[in-house]
């Protein structure tokens, strides 16, 4: 039931801009905290940035100052704005669902996939 779609992922040159979209459904979106994570090639899943609820936001210090993560509740999707963006940050990008320990279970979705390359 609950699902997950992440989209806006492709191919883009260094210093390029993309915006992913996860869109949620099966859920009380608005009550959930959002996050976006990465796994670059070879290397274990990281958190991007993080959203929640009440719309405060946290970021990985590698796209502090360049990545940028939204809502909007009406439209039950997640946003990722990326700008500046280098080879370094090709990667699969996840959306999740957080976890409440007890209360809510994370989900995760499949994932879409960013190439930055000349």
């Known amino acids: 039931q609950v699902q997950l779609v992440e989209s806006g992922g492709g191919s883009v040159q260094p210093g390029g801009s993309l915006r992913l979209s996860c869109a949620a459904s099966g859920f009380s979106f608005s009550a959930s905290a959002m996050g976006w994570y990465r796994q670059l090639p070879g290397k274990q899943r990281e958190l991007v940035a993080g959203i929640s609820s009440g719309g405060s936001t946290n970021y990985a210090d590698s796209v502090r100052g360049r990545f940028s993560i939204s809502r909007d509740n009406a439209q039950k999707t997640v946003y990722l704005q990326m700008n500046s963006l280098k080879p370094d940050d090709t990667a699969v990008y996840y959306c999740?669902?957080?976890?409440?320990?007890?209360?809510?279970?994370?989900?995760w979705g499949k994932g879409t996939l960013v190439t930055v390359s000349s």
């Open positions: 999740k669902r957080e976890q409440i320990d007890g209360v809510v279970m994370p989900y």
